[in-house]
């Protein structure tokens, strides 16, 4: 069953499986990076797991709100909990964030996707279950808590501004 689901996926999917893993990789080295990169994942990851939970399961209530949740709890366990990234300095002389490395983004990109490939496995092999409210809404939640946790990270290293 799992060479068949290998096989029958389509090509283009292992390609932006391969962009998202290198993407990731980078992140785990030490970094300088612009105001604009700091938002870039954000403003990528977020319309597309909007998009992903509207063409799934269309604009209704309850994947909308658990998505919502999701984001919202990110940010609240950013603040409260992981913190991260810490050791972040703003480079005045540059104009740049200096960033550790870690693994977190590459975790978060690999769920996204994992979470996207689990919606188009379930749509070709139980579409009914697609149709649940549980499905969706655990979906949800997990699309908008990692996008979240993208964004919640990119306002922390902003604030590495601030503090300097």
């Given at each position: 069953m799992l060479t068949g689901i290998l096989q029958n996926t389509p090509y283009w999917v292992w390609g932006v499986f391969v962009l998202l893993l290198v993407l990731g990789l980078m992140q785990t080295r030490k970094r300088s990076v612009s105001r604009f990169l700091v938002f870039l994942l954000p403003l990528i990851m977020i319309p597309l797991s909007f998009y992903a939970i509207a063409s799934t399961?269309?604009?209704?209530?309850?994947p909308?709100?658990?998505?919502?949740?999701?984001?919202?709890?990110?940010?609240?366990?950013?603040?409260?909990v992981f913190q991260a990234p810490?050791?972040?300095?703003?480079?005045?002389?540059?104009g740049k964030f200096e960033i550790p490395g870690s693994w977190i983004p590459l975790l978060l990109m690999m769920t996204i996707f994992l979470a996207?490939?689990?919606i188009g496995f379930t749509r070709a092999v139980n579409p009914a279950l697609v149709g649940t409210n549980l499905f969706a809404g655990v979906?949800?939640?997990?699309?908008?808590?990692?996008s979240g946790l993208f964004a919640a990270r990119?306002?922390?290293?902003?604030?590495?501004?601030?503090?300097?």
């Open positions: 399961f269309g604009i209704t209530p309850l909308i709100v658990t998505w919502l949740v999701g984001i919202a709890a990110a940010f609240v366990s950013n603040a409260f810490g050791g972040v300095r703003y480079l005045d002389s540059l996207r490939f689990v979906v949800a939640a997990i699309l908008g808590f990692c990119a306002m922390k290293i902003i604030s590495a501004q601030r503090a300097a």
